[in-house]
């Protein structure tokens, strides 16, 4: 008992009054104080841009020296590689943990419609766009007849099918081998087989006949005899599945999106996995956050050595600068007002003040020219920048990044009508539809397609006739057009975000109250269990709580807390 007694001796109480309180007056800052700390709250972003601008004065003062050697450029822009291979490095675990742990965080009612909100405004963003291209590309009309004559011909593509691309989108979207999708994708290999076995052939005057093996081993040209009673060699079109390097995306969220749908269902039983890419998640944030500090070194060599590698950039500008002016016009037009618009209108919300807080993001995109390489720091940007629920950005903003191309449905647009302008044809209003349309579908599936670029071009050509060869002209100032588009996507991912997020605020919220209600009741039974199986006195509002060393008594009637330093709780002793 004594022992007690001096233990209940070092108990201090103190009791609170608001008279007790002083109000910390806060000294004001001057405008040169206030500027640094800004400057120094946003070191990362004012170093990018800074490496934007340098890289950029660099690579054109560079470019006025004599040829530099290939190595002295691969030198110069070999930082820009390494920040690249960082960001693509960290892709597959972000996409991977981001989904999961967005979606198992909601029911599957939550779930389809904050699916259903984003791909509404995807495919409505998309179409605006594409939209938009067509009709500035037709009312500035930068093709001429007399650039062909200046550029010339163009290599020559193989033709893509229209069917072939839309099968293969879905056979990326259900990857056969988890693992190969993350580092390949399928597609369609077209190839001429002939139905007979011996074809003739014409060499030195005489005519052979060989098999069609050893027909591809001889460069003489393959010719039929005029004798009718010789049947001519026919050939059938095989198809064939291959495996092209690149990730497929597309398949990697479709099976973690159902993943982590189905994990959402089963509650506490897979509450160890979700903790597992909870932790995950947090690492490879805290990785994005260290390689960013890299980034304006790296954006910097990757915009110098791209500029000194281009070839004759002054005359490309000038022959194509018209074609440049649509596009990119078109692009600030988007993500510019239209975007933003869509926004202000949806959230009741300062657009600008939004993207302010996502201008890492786009600064990023600028100068990598990559979505999912920006994707880390488009997350970063949103969740602690603009305060977007980790629910809606970790299941919105990786699937935005695949399927979500606003500036290359626009960038599409524009560069086939300008091929059919370049070459002189009149394109009717049934083929401009054709057109939009064929640019929006083919943007969706970018993604999954391997050589996207080129590819999505080619179908769109292909769907209305247009020559196919004249896309290898436009290669020369793609690499800037590329920045461009990019950074429009991804502005249009972020503002995708957040129209979601304050779409789905309410039952974000409305959820987030169930589940504590869930909580509590969850408690209140494990409580009510450990009264009844034990003799221990249990903590509720009116009793004392144990924390580390100090004991917090609560009253109901309003009046001050005690607070008490304890070493032990006295029932404790002997």
């Known amino acids: 008992m004594a022992k007690i007694a001096t233990k209940m001796q070092k108990q201090v109480e103190v009791r609170m009054d608001e008279n007790h309180l ?3 007056v806060d000294e004001p800052e001057s405008a040169c104080s206030s500027f640094c700390d800004k400057i120094m709250k946003n070191m990362v972003l004012t170093l990018t841009i800074l490496g934007v601008f340098l890289g950029s004065i660099s690579g054109m003062l560079l470019r006025h020296i004599s040829p530099l050697p290939a190595d002295v450029v691969m030198i110069i822009a070999f930082p820009g590689e390494v920040l690249m291979r960082m960001l693509k490095m960290l892709i597959l675990p972000l996409v991977v943990s981001s989904l999961v742990t967005g979606l198992a965080g909601l029911d599957a009612k939550s779930s389809g419609r904050l699916g259903t909100r984003a791909m509404v405004y995807y495919m409505s963003t998309t179409v605006i766009a594409a939209v938009l291209g067509v009709i500035l590309v037709l009312l500035i009309h930068p093709g001429n007849p007399k650039l062909k004559a200046n550029l010339g011909q163009g290599k020559k593509n193989d033709e893509v099918s229209s069917v072939d691309a839309f099968f ?8 056969e081998n988890l693992v190969q999708a993350c580092f390949q994708q399928v597609c369609v290999s077209l190839s001429l087989c002939s139905l007979l076995k011996f074809v003739w052939v014409l060499s030195a005057s005489r005519y052979f006949l060989l098999t069609v093996s050893q027909v591809q081993t001889v460069t003489s040209k393959v010719q039929v005899p005029t004798n009718n009673t010789r049947a001519p060699p026919q050939f059938t079109v095989k198809r064939s599945l291959q ?30 996995m979700l903790d597992f890419f909870n ?12 390689i960013m500090w890299y980034s304006p070194l790296g954006i910097a060599c990757l ?11 002054e005359v490309v500008a000038r022959q194509l600068g018209m074609y440049m002016i ?3 016009v078109g692009l600030i037009i988007h993500g510019g007002i239209f975007l933003p618009l869509i926004y202000f209108v949806i959230v009741k919300k300062n657009p600008f003040k939004f993207f302010m807080g996502l ?17 880390p720091v488009t997350f970063r940007c949103l969740e602690e920048n603009l305060g977007i629920d980790k629910r809606v950005t970790r299941f919105v903003l990786p699937v935005g990044a695949t399927i979500n191309m606003d500036g290359t449905a626009l960038y599409e647009a524009v560069a086939a009508i300008f091929i059919a302008q370049m070459n002189g044809i009149e394109l009717d209003w049934s083929q401009v539809i054709t057109v939009s349309m064929t640019a929006t579908l083919a943007s969706v599936g970018a993604a999954s397609i391997p050589s996207a670029g080129l590819v999505t071009m080619v179908l769109i050509l292909t769907a209305v006739g247009l020559p196919t060869q004249d896309i290898s002209l436009l290669v020369a100032v793609d690499w800037l057009l590329d920045r461009f588009r990019t950074s429009v996507n991804v502005v249009g991912d972020s503002y995708g975000a957040g129209i979601v997020y304050h779409l789905s605020k309410h039952e974000l919220d409305s959820f987030d109250a169930q589940q504590t209600r869930m909580d509590e009741y969850e408690m209140e039974k494990s409580q009510s269990y450990y009264e009844n199986n034990t003799n221990h006195n249990v903590y509720t509002h009116h009793n004392s709580i144990l924390i580390d060393d100090c004991k917090v008594t609560m009253e109901k009637n309003g009046k001050a807390a005690e607070f008490s330093f304890v070493e032990e709780e006295p029932w404790k002793c002997e």
């Not at 932790?279 to 260290?290: D, F, G, Q, S, Y």
């Not at 915009?303 to 950039?313: E, F, P, R, T, V």
């Open 326 to 328: 649509t596009v990119i």
């Open 168 to 175: 293969d989108l879905i056979r990326n979207l259900f990857p």
């Open 22 to 24: 002083e109000t910390i």
């Open 243 to 272: 495996f092209k390097g690149g990730m497929n995306v597309l398949g990697l969220i479709g099976f973690f999106v159902a993943f982590g749908v189905i994990m959402g269902k089963m509650g506490e039983k897979a509450r160890l």
């Open 279 to 290: 932790v995950l998640n947090e690492i490879v944030m805290k990785l994005v956050h260290a």
């Open 303 to 313: 915009i110098c050595g791209k500029i000194i590698s281009i070839a004759d950039l």
């Open 359 to 375: 201008f890492q993001a786009w600064v990023t995109a600028l100068g990598t020219a990559s979505s999912a390489g920006t994707l």
